[in-house]
């Protein structure tokens, strides 16, 4: 199946007016992989149209990101959507999402101030921009988001619930590659060294994982021994953060804390920044 493609507001205005049923959206940008291609077959399982966009938004990228060589590979992208099943690609340029430059936009607050936040200052803000217009442009009944921004999950839940936009927010699992590394479109810019430093982020969640079951703090001592072991390799792992926090809020969690939490961590090697995380569940203690 051939998907419709559109690259104007008017002309996705005009193929929404004809969608019945469930409608289902994937917003992305581009690059795509098997990370992607895993949202798609979600969105596709539940919804009578699936929409996919494809638009790099320039709002999340700070000055001295990679926004210029952030990868463009539109027909390999719409050759994925089209084995995938989405019915509709939406491409827009830049003109058509920002017409002018944008002088309202939405604010992240507190939440958008720290972990990812205070790594990449304005890129939450950036990001739930696009995400809001987005999300008024297509009109879905339910959109879907990758567990790996886990971050992004859980502040465009926020913003959703806090402006009343009247969507569904549903996850779709991380993918990883054989090796463990989680999929990112950032993974190709990666030599064969750098990616064998990077490997150190999904081994540091493994580790925190496995030592879930004697509490928070050993959880991050796990994590944080085989980070120390990547920052002294060659070439070294810049780590930006490593935390245990709420999943809700992204606020640390206490040493007596019991229920959900997310491990997560980041860091750049070489130029390329890269993130990734894992839940967990710490039981009540009996």
Known sequence: MTPIIVRTREELAEVRSEVKGTLAFVPTMGALHEGHRSLIRQARQGADTVVVSIFVNPLQFGPDEDLDRYPRTLPA?????????????????????????PRVTVDSGPMGEIVEGAARPGHFDGMLTVVLKLLNLVRPDVAIFGEKDAQQLAMIRRMVADLNVPVEIAAAPTVREPDGLALSSRNRYLTDRERGTALALSRALAAGA???????????????????????????????????????????ITPSHAGRAVLAVAGRVGATHL????????PEES
């Open 77 to 101: 992208d719409l050759e994925m959507c089209a084995a995938e099943g989405a019915d509709i690609v939406f491409t827009p340029p830049r003109s058509e999402i920002y017409p002018d430059e």
């Open 275 to 282: 993130i990734d995380n894992v839940p967990l569940h710490f």
């Open 210 to 252: 496995h030592a879930a079951g004697a509490g928070p703090e050993a959880v991050l001592a796990a994590a944080n021994a085989v980070l120390d072991e990547a920052t002294a390799a060659d070439p070294p792992l810049h780590l930006d953060y490593l935390v245990l926090v709420d999943p809700a809020t992204f606020t640390p």
